[in-house]
């Protein structure tokens, strides 16, 4: 596989060049940018995204949860998702609870555990409160939990979603 490097001596740059190109930052002439992106394509480079996300400390990954995903209208929701998300290049985990409680408890821990960017759920929590580190980007579809804001949740059919 092609390295940054390999790029840079290919297109006549430096490397520094070629990652200013390539994550697309920085001041960098059109030529250079052209220069870059010829290289990188006669060589098959393809960024290594889960090493991009570790050096940024960010990532471009979704948890859905929901308690079935048999019944359409979640099914329909998890398609509408992944459509809009897809097209942003971001990955997505569906995980489905079967309406169980515990079930639910241990998915959104696992899911927590991965550091997604946001995790959208249909919980099945109705009375307990769900433990969430302070700072997750959660929203809520569907159904109000007890312990979490109002604000988090949605009711209505959104036609995207935007991240």
């Known amino acids: 596989m092609p390295t940054i490097k390999d790029i840079a001596k290919r297109a006549g740059v430096s490397h520094g060049t070629v990652s200013n190109v390539l994550n697309r930052r920085g001041n960098v002439s059109a030529e250079k940018i052209k220069l870059v992106e010829q290289a990188a394509k006669e060589l098959g480079y393809q960024i290594n995204s889960q090493a991009s996300q570790l050096r940024s400390g960010t990532s471009r990954h979704i948890c859905v949860i929901v308690p079935r995903i048999d019944m359409t209208k979640y099914s329909e929701l998890y398609a509408g998702i992944e459509q809009e998300l897809g097209r ?16 639910e408890q241990r998915l959104l821990s696992k899911a927590l555990s991965r550091n997604p960017t946001a995790v959208i759920l249909v919980s099945s929590l109705l009375k307990n409160k769900a433990s969430v580190p302070e700072g997750t980007r959660i929203m809520m579809l569907d159904r109000y939990v007890k312990g979490f804001p109002k604000h988090s949740r949605i009711r209505r059919r959104c036609p995207c979603i935007r991240i």
């Open 88 to 103: 942003q290049e971001i990955t997505l985990e569906l995980l489905c609870t079967n309406g169980l409680e515990y079930v």
